[in-house]
């Protein structure tokens, strides 16, 4: 955690690599972690690669793991895994909340894929009960202006 504040994923990976080495599982909090300073220093395909490894080491990620990961694709502009992670959380029925859905979106807005983006707003709604807030609007509505697809838009503002 003290690592992702200070963006330092090269760090938060090395001790992710000694709980490891010592015999120690680390749990979703430590993988969450690691992932969360690997968005934070912009380095999508780190964050991936963590997310891989817990697979690999049957620890199931959480809506905190995925979020991270959703952002971090985003910052990276790597909208298309940003969809693939978002169809992963989709089938281990991982539910959404604010955080995870503006991620997302963003990730989608980025590509202009916005297509993507309102289905994932829409499903947030009908799905996970979440709520968007201004921010994932703002976002999806960026996807249909960049695609210049009006109609959804207006179909969002009249949402």
């Given at each position: 955690s003290a690592c992702e504040e200070g963006r330092r994923w090269r760090h938060a990976l090395q001790l992710l690599g000694r709980l490891q080495a010592d015999a120690l599982a680390p749990n979703v909090v430590a993988y969450s972690a690691a992932i969360s300073a690997c968005e934070k220093g912009r380095e999508w395909e780190k964050a991936i690669a963590v997310l891989e490894e817990m697979g690999g080491r049957a620890v199931d990620?959480?809506?905190?793991?995925?979020?991270?990961?959703?952002?971090?694709?985003?910052?990276?502009?790597?909208?298309?895994?940003a969809v693939a992670v978002w169809?992963?959380?989709?089938?281990?029925?991982?539910?959404?909340?604010?955080?995870?859905?503006?991620?997302?979106?963003?990730?989608?807005?980025?590509?202009?894929?916005?297509?993507?983006?309102?289905?994932?707003?829409?499903?947030?709604?009908?799905r996970d009960a979440t709520a968007p807030d201004l921010r994932t609007y703002t976002a999806a509505l960026s996807a249909c202006e960049r695609a210049r697809e009006w109609e959804p838009a207006l179909c969002l503002l009249g949402d």
């Amino acid at each position: 955690s003290a690592c992702e504040e200070g963006r330092r994923w090269r760090h938060a990976l090395q001790l992710l690599g000694r709980l490891q080495a010592d015999a120690l599982a680390p749990n979703v909090v430590a993988y969450s972690a690691a992932i969360s300073a690997c968005e934070k220093g912009r380095e999508w395909e780190k964050a991936i690669a963590v997310l891989e490894e817990m697979g690999g080491r049957a620890v199931d990620p959480n809506v905190v793991t995925y979020s991270a990961v959703l952002s971090a694709c985003g910052k990276g502009d790597a909208w298309q895994v940003a969809v693939a992670v978002w169809q992963e959380m989709r089938e281990k029925q991982v539910r959404m909340n604010r955080i995870s859905c503006s991620a997302a979106v963003s990730a989608c807005a980025g590509g202009s894929l916005w297509q993507s983006a309102v289905a994932l707003l829409e499903e947030a709604w009908r799905r996970d009960a979440t709520a968007p807030d201004l921010r994932t609007y703002t976002a999806a509505l960026s996807a249909c202006e960049r695609a210049r697809e009006w109609e959804p838009a207006l179909c969002l503002l009249g949402d």
